[in-house]
C-alpha cells in the first residue's frame, strides 16, 4: 500500500514539472518585456537630441537674422509665458513702438519673451507649434553647441542651393574670425542681419525645398506661413515691423554663444545689465519639466521651489472654496487688466482665490446694548466686527502654474523622431 502512495506521488511530480516549465517559459518573456521596456524609458529620458532631431527643430528659423532667431531660442525654454505673450499681442495689435515698450515692463516675463511682441508674427508661429517649441528650447538647453552648428550647416546647404543671399530686406555675410580665434580650415560663419536694424522681415519658406535634398526623410521639419500669406519664391518675406530696440539677442558663431546687445537690452527693459552672455533662468520655467534628469538637476532646483509654491497656492484656494457657498462672498480681480477680467478660462485658471469674506453679525437684543455719552453703540458679548480679507494670490502667476498642468502637446513619433504637421493650428 506505501508503495503504491509513493508510486502516485511520483506520478504527480513527474505530471507537474511540465506544467511548472510551461509556465516559467510563459513568464520570462513578460518580465523581459517589462524590464527591456524600463530600460528603454530611462535610455530616452537621459538621450540627447541627435542630429537629425536637431536639424529638424531649427529648419523652420535657420534663415531668420541672427538676432531675431536667438530671440526665439532664448524665448522657447519658456513655454508658458510665450503663449501667454502670443495671446497679449492677438488682443493688442495696436500697440507698437514706445507704447509697447511701456506696456512690456507691466509684464513679468522673461525680457526674451517680451522682446518677440514687437514681432508678433514669430509669437503666432511658436503657439501653433507648441511641441516643437517645447523641444527646441530643450534642445538649446542640452546641446546648445549642436544647435547653433546645426544653424550654420542649414544656411551653407541653402546657400549652395541658390536659396541663400543679400536681398533688399536682409544682408548675407561671412563672419570674420574674432581676435585671439585661429580660423585656418575653418569654415566662417554665415551671418544674416537686417539692412536696417530697426525693421525687421520675417522671412517665410518650405525648409523641406530650401534646403536642397532633405537628408533626414523620418525627420521632416514643419512649413509654417502667416494665415493669408502667398510666397513669392522659394524664399519670400512677411511684411516689415518697426522693433526699435525690443530685439537686443546675437549669436557668437565663434564661441557658440547666445549673446546679448547690452545697449539696446537696457533701453527696452528699462535697466542696467552688463554681462552680454544669455543664461536660462528657470524661474520663468513654470511647471513645465525639463526633458532629462540631467536638465531637471541643472535647473530643476529652482523650478522645484515655483512648483512647491504652486502647490500652496492651490491649497489656499482650496480653503477658500469652503465660502463659496456663502451669499456674503464678494469677488473681484482688481490686479488684472479689463481685457482680461472678463477671460472664463483665466477665472479658472485663478480658482477663484480673490475673495473679500465679510462674516455675517448675530442679531443682537436691545438690552444688550448700551450706549455711551457719544451714542456709540458697545455690545460687551459680542466680538469687535472686523473684515476678514485673505492674501490675494498673484493671479497671472496662478494661472501660469495651472496652464503648467495640461500643458503637454501632442508629439508624433517617427523612428524616435518628432512630426510636425505641417502648418496646422494647434493652440491652447
Known amino acids: 500500500m506505501t508503495n503504491r502512495i509513493a508510486m502516485t506521488a511520483r506520478r504527480f511530480a513527474l505530471c507537474a514539472a511540465p506544467l511548472v516549465l510551461v509556465s516559467s517559459f510563459a513568464t520570462a518573456p513578460v518580465r523581459a518585456q517589462d524590464v527591456s521596456a524600463q530600460t528603454q524609458s530611462q535610455t530616452q529620458n537621459q538621450a540627447s537630441f541627435s542630429q537629425a532631431q536637431i536639424e529638424q527643430l531649427v529648419a523652420p528659423i535657420a534663415l531668420y537674422p541672427d538676432s531675431l532667431l536667438s530671440q526665439i ?42 522682446a518677440l511682441t514687437a514681432v508678433p508674427q514669430t509669437l503666432e508661429m511658436m503657439n501653433d507649434q507648441l511641441a516643437w517649441m517645447e523641444e527646441l528650447g530643450d534642445a538649446l538647453l542640452a546641446q546648445q ?31 570674420s574670425a574674432p581676435a585671439g580665434v585661429v580660423a585656418a580650415g575653418v569654415p566662417r560663419p554665415i551671418v544674416i542681419e537686417p539692412v536696417n536694424p530697426g525693421v525687421y522681415y520675417v522671412p517665410v519658406y518650405n525648409p523641406a525645398l530650401v534646403y536642397g535634398a532633405w537628408d533626414y526623410p523620418d525627420y521632416p521639419p514643419f512649413s509654417w506661413s502667416p494665415a493669408g500669406f502667398v510666397a513669392s519664391n522659394i524664399l519670400s518675406f512677411g511684411a516689415g515691423v518697426a522693433v526699435g530696440a525690443a530685439i537686443w539677442g546675437g549669436c557668437d558663431w565663434w564661441h557658440n554663444n547666445v549673446i546679448i546687445n547690452v545697449n539696446q537690452y537696457n533701453i527696452f527693459n528699462h535697466t542696467n545689465i552688463a554681462n552680454n552672455v544669455w543664461a536660462h533662468d528657470p524661474m520663468h520655467r513654470g511647471n513645465v519639466p525639463y526633458r532629462n534628469a540631467a536638465l531637471a538637476q541643472r535647473f530643476g532646483r529652482t523650478n522645484d521651489v515655483a512648483a512647491r509654491d504652486a502647490f500652496r497656492d492651490r491649497a489656499d484656494a482650496q480653503h477658500d472654496d469652503l465660502y463659496r457657498d456663502r451669499p456674503d462672498v464678494q469677488r473681484d480681480h482688481p490686479d488684472l487688466g479689463p481685457d482680461v477680467q472678463h477671460d472664463d478660462s483665466l477665472r479658472r485658471a485663478e480658482g477663484d482665490a480673490d ?74
Open 73 to 114: 531660442l532664448m524665448a522657447s525654454t519658456y513655454p508658458l509665458e510665450v503663449v501667454e505673450a502670443a495671446r497679449w499681442s492677438r488682443d493688442n495689435p495696436a500697440i507698437k513702438g514706445q507704447a509697447l515698450q511701456s506696456a512690456m515692463q507691466a509684464q513679468s516675463w522673461d525680457p526674451s519673451v517680451k
Open 145 to 175: 553647441r549642436d544647435v547653433l552648428n546645426a544653424v550654420q550647416k542649414l544656411r551653407a546647404a541653402a546657400q549652395a542651393a541658390g536659396n541663400l543671399q543679400s536681398t533688399p530686406q536682409q544682408i548675407v555675410t561671412a563672419a
Open 355 to 428: 475673495r473679500r469674506i465679510e462674516p455675517v453679525m448675530p442679531d443682537r437684543r436691545d438690552d444688550e446694548v448700551r450706549r455711551d455719552d457719544s451714542d456709540q453703540a458697545v455690545n460687551p458679548a459680542t466680538p469687535e466686527h472686523r473684515e476678514v480679507a485673505p492674501e490675494r494670490n498673484d493671479a497671472r502667476r496662478q494661472f501660469m502654474r495651472s496652464r503648467a498642468q495640461v500643458f503637454r502637446p501632442e508629439r508624433g513619433a517617427i523612428a524616435g523622431g518628432f512630426h510636425f504637421h505641417g502648418a496646422g493650428r494647434d493652440r491652447l
